[in-house]
């Protein structure tokens, strides 16, 4: 995390059909921040917390089963998303028009030969260090 500060209160959501490789990727990206252990997905509680060794504050959600929008404040989802720390997001686009804009949009495509096609894209300038930091 100390090389990358915009990380930490940063949101990423995560676009692909289902079985892409979006929790896959999530799992991946917990353990390289140092959270260890068995990683849930959320597909049924809709979000899960973790915490880095560090003390970052991450939050998992899979809105595939999101459809009751009282559930956003009712769930305290706007707290989270207005709060500090790391979200990540499966399925935004099902939260559409409550979910704030991402700072990084990860599109991933499961191609016929099992390999992966991932396309980044910043949406805000947070985003767009991110990715420069990424890639430098
Ligand atoms: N980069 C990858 N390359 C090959 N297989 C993958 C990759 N990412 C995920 N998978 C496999 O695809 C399946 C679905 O992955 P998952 O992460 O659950 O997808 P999603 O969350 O997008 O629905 C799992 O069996 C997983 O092992
Ligand atoms: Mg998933």
């Not at 068995?38 to 049924?44: F, H, M």
């Not at 099902?94 to 700072?103: S, T, V």
Request: proline letters at 7%; charged letters at 25%.
């Amino acid at each position: 995390m100390g090389s990358q500060p915009d990380l930490a209160d940063s949101f990423i959501a995560l676009h692909g059909d289902l079985g892409a490789g979006k929790t896959t990727f999530v799992r991946h990206l917990l353990h390289a921040l140092g959270v260890r252990g068995r990683i849930k997905s959320p597909t049924y509680a809709v979000v899960e917390p973790h915490a880095t060794p560090s003390g970052l504050a991450v939050h998992h959600f899979d809105f595939y089963r999101f459809s009751d929008p009282r559930e956003w404040e009712d769930a305290g989802f706007r707290d989270i998303f207005a709060g500090p720390g790391l979200k990540l997001a499966e399925w935004p686009e099902k939260a559409a028009g409550r979910i704030p804009l991402e700072d990084l949009a990860i599109k991933i495509e499961a191609m016929s030969d099992e390999t992966r096609t991932v396309i980044l894209q910043a949406g805000t300038p947070r985003g767009a260090r991110l990715l420069r930091e990424a890639l430098a």
